[in-house]
């Protein structure tokens, strides 16, 4: 009874949400053909030593980034007005492979997409708060164990596999941005 009744109250809330129509019509106008990816002055990690400092890895996940926006937004969502869309990244937290297997470290990306007008410079759209994250898996007691086996297997792969999945979620996110519906 009370799961039905958290449904149907989740379902209400859910009614509730709505687009503005205006962004709507803007984002189908446009068509992505440029992206840059930018960091702000004072980019930073949010782990418990590493507060405020800029992640060591910075500068690949902002490559791995770009290529899988590359990849997946050109082109969206189809409007004849050509577009550029700017990420300026606030919050780069990548977990090492290390720090996922041996203390299942998480990481995030957080930052404002705008998307303008490639010839004029004009805004179109802007979403300031695109959040993306890749999370470990946790475990207590034996579970430690399946843990750091499922997480040493997600980091099996290129050196940058943790920065792909981190930026594919964000991609994803920033993606459904874009093909926003009424």
């Not at 709507?24 to 782990?47: F, H, N, Y």
């Not at 499922?150 to 979620?169: F, M, W, Y």
Request: net charge neutral; charged share 25%; with cysteine.
């Amino acid at each position: 009874m009370s799961c039905g009744l958290a449904l149907l109250l989740l379902t209400m809330l859910a009614s509730c949400v709505t687009t503005d129509p205006r962004l709507v019509a803007a984002l189908q106008q446009s068509s992505v053909r440029e992206i840059r990816i930018e960091t702000a002055p004072d980019v930073k990690m949010t782990g418990l030593f590493t507060e405020g400092k800029p992640d060591p890895q910075l500068p690949m996940v902002v490559r791995t980034l770009k290529t899988a926006m590359e990849k997946e937004l050109t082109g969206l969502p189809g409007g004849p007005t050509y577009a550029r869309l700017v990420v300026t990244l606030h919050v780069v937290d990548l977990s090492t492979k290390a720090g996922r297997i041996l203390i299942h470290s998480d990481s995030d990306i957080a930052g404002t997409v705008r998307l303008e007008d490639a010839k004029t410079g004009r805004l179109i759209a802007e979403n300031p708060d695109v959040v993306g994250s890749n999370s470990g898996m946790r475990g207590e007691g034996l579970g430690i164990v399946v843990a750091m086996a499922v997480n040493a297997a997600e980091t099996v792969g290129p050196e940058d596999i943790l920065a792909q999945r981190l930026s594919n979620d964000f991609t994803r996110r920033v993606k459904a941005w874009l093909l926003t519906k009424k």
